[in-house]
């Protein structure tokens, strides 16, 4: 099955994106009228960006030798963007909101609720037929959230959300309700959502919405849509702490807890690296035939295949809590087309990501990911 076969893309999609692009632009117009500075469409505030490397396993078998796997044991430098996914910059763990308005718990303070995370990696000088061969970039982008499947099944889907945000000033809660209408094509999605629910938390990773971390050090993260692995074949990955630390997090209703906890954790570290494996799922064409709008095209849909280690990211200690660090952080452009055809983005919301990151990066000025800088400091290097 040649490649464009692991795709089906729905009549009218094209408007659909266009429509989403356009309504990227009008919300960060609102939002960012009166600041000095245009910030993200999606994953606007970060809790920290991180240098690392990115070491293909040593012992990686020859059926996963694609693309940036192609080679065991070559390592890259990485840029690593920590990120909370909410389209505001806001408390990290916020009140949980009904109806426009914070719900009150039973001690009579709001309740709060655990936002979705992010974990971004770029890796640089990657060599290969490249997806976009003048976006500037020599790098292969791998962008996670802190939960297995996506909130939304397609493009129609991301459109009604967005076009909820922005007709409800930033309010979501009518695509929410939407979900739960007594439309079946809606009732049946919401029954499809709620079981993948069920199935996810039966899995060995923790479930969608993970409680809230030690750190942003000590989240699974995954990729969630599904992507290219060389010809005939598509993959998913993630990214799981090593060693995670465990226990009670710091306080939550502190704004920025988490940028507070990946400093905390840093320093506690001691020097030592902090590691993730980088794993994948894999189908080939013949596992997906008939299964494309469900397997590919569906991005609520959970894969149960079994993760295989196919690289290790390492974090050395550093500083990345310094201005300049900081400007560099906000600087990056992150899209899953940043990157090799052998890993080519598939199904509608990766075809919707390339225009509209397109039109978030263009809109805030940073067209191109500045190159990574040299370590924090002399003589850091990944003990591994």
Same mark, same amino acid.
């Given at each position: 099955?040649?490649?464009?076969?692991?795709?089906?893309?729905?009549?009218?999609?094209?408007?659909?994106?266009?429509?989403?692009?356009?309504?990227?632009?009008?919300?960060?117009?609102?939002?960012?009228?009166? /600041?000095?500075?245009?910030?993200?469409?999606? $994953?606007?505030?970060? $809790?920290?960006?991180?240098?690392?490397?990115?070491?293909?396993?040593?012992?990686?078998?020859?059926?996963?030798?694609?693309?940036?796997?192609?080679?065991?044991?070559?390592?890259?430098?990485?840029?690593?963007?920590?990120?909370?996914?909410?389209?505001?910059?806001?408390?990290? @763990?916020?009140?949980?909101?009904?109806?426009?308005?914070?719900?009150?718990?039973?001690?009579?303070?709001?309740?709060?609720?655990?936002?979705?995370?992010?974990?971004?990696?770029?890796?640089?000088?990657?060599?290969?037929?490249?997806?976009?061969?003048?976006?500037?970039?020599?790098?292969?982008?791998?962008?996670?959230?802190?939960?297995? &499947?996506?909130?939304?099944?397609?493009?129609?889907?991301? /459109?009604?959300?967005?076009?909820?945000?922005?007709?409800?000033?930033?309010?979501?809660?009518?695509?929410?309700?939407?979900?739960?209408? @007594?439309?079946?094509?809606?009732?049946?999605?919401?029954?499809?959502?709620?079981?993948? &629910?069920?199935?996810?938390?039966?899995?060995?990773?923790?479930?969608?919405?993970?409680?809230?971390?030690?750190?942003?050090?000590?989240?699974?993260?995954?990729?969630?849509?599904?992507?290219?692995?060389?010809?005939?074949?598509?993959?998913?990955?993630?990214?799981?702490?090593?060693?995670?630390?465990?226990?009670?997090?710091?306080?939550?209703?502190?704004?920025?807890?988490?940028?507070?906890?990946?400093?905390?954790?840093?320093?506690?570290?001691?020097?030592?690296?902090?590691?993730?494996?980088?794993?994948?799922?894999?189908?080939?064409?013949?596992?997906?035939?008939?299964?494309?709008?469900?397997?590919?095209?569906? &991005?609520?849909?959970?894969?149960?295949?079994?993760?295989?280690?196919?690289?290790?990211? #390492?974090?050395?200690?550093?500083?990345?809590?310094?201005?300049?660090?900081?400007?560099?952080?906000?600087?990056? &452009?992150?899209?899953?087309?940043?990157?090799?055809?052998?890993?080519?983005?598939?199904?509608?919301?990766?075809?919707?990501?390339?225009?509209?990151?397109?039109?978030?990066?263009?809109?805030?000025?940073?067209?191109?990911?500045?190159?990574?800088?040299?370590?924090?400091?002399?003589?850091? #290097?990944?003990?591994?």
């Amino acid at each position: 099955m040649p490649s464009n076969e692991l795709e089906k893309i729905p009549p009218n999609e094209e408007a659909g994106i266009d429509s989403v692009a356009a309504l990227t632009v009008k919300l960060l117009e609102r939002r960012y009228a009166a /600041e000095p500075r245009v910030l993200r469409g999606v $994953h606007p505030k970060d $809790h920290g960006c991180v240098e690392a490397l990115f070491t293909v396993a040593k012992t990686l078998a020859p059926e996963h030798r694609v693309g940036v796997f192609q080679q065991p044991g070559q390592r890259f430098r990485a840029a690593i963007r920590f990120s909370n996914a909410a389209p505001l910059v806001m408390p990290d @763990t916020p009140p949980v909101m009904q109806g426009g308005k914070p719900v009150i718990g039973p001690d009579g303070k709001p309740m709060l609720g655990h936002d979705s995370r992010g974990m971004a990696i770029k890796l640089y000088d990657v060599s290969g037929p490249r997806l976009l061969p003048d976006d500037g970039e020599r790098t292969q982008d791998f962008l996670m959230i802190n939960q297995p &499947v996506f909130a939304f099944a397609n493009v129609e889907d991301y /459109e009604a959300l967005n076009q909820v945000i922005f007709r409800d000033k930033e309010v979501p809660d009518a695509f929410f309700q939407r979900m739960a209408s @007594t439309d079946k094509k809606i009732s049946d999605r919401a029954k499809a959502t709620r079981a993948i &629910v069920g199935q996810i938390k039966s899995l060995t990773f923790p479930p969608s919405f993970q409680a809230p971390p030690m750190s942003p050090l000590d989240n699974s993260y995954f990729g969630a849509a599904p992507f290219l692995f060389g010809e005939g074949r598509a993959m998913k990955f993630c990214a799981v702490p090593v060693n995670p630390a465990t226990g009670a997090p710091g306080d939550v209703s502190e704004r920025d807890y988490l940028r507070a906890a990946m400093l905390k954790r840093m320093s506690e570290a001691k020097g030592k690296d902090i590691c993730f494996d980088f794993k994948i799922q894999v189908r080939t064409a013949a596992q997906l035939a008939d299964r494309i709008e469900t397997e590919i095209e569906d &991005v609520c849909t959970l894969w149960n295949d079994p993760f295989v280690t196919v690289a290790r990211i #390492t974090i050395p200690a550093q500083v990345f809590d310094a201005p300049e660090r900081r400007e560099f952080c906000e600087k990056l &452009v992150y899209t899953p087309w940043h990157g090799l055809e052998a890993h080519r983005p598939l199904g509608g919301i990766n075809r919707l990501r390339k225009k509209v990151y397109e039109a978030s990066a263009n809109h805030r000025g940073c067209p191109v990911s500045p190159q990574l800088p040299g370590p924090l400091r002399k003589g850091v #290097t990944p003990s591994r």
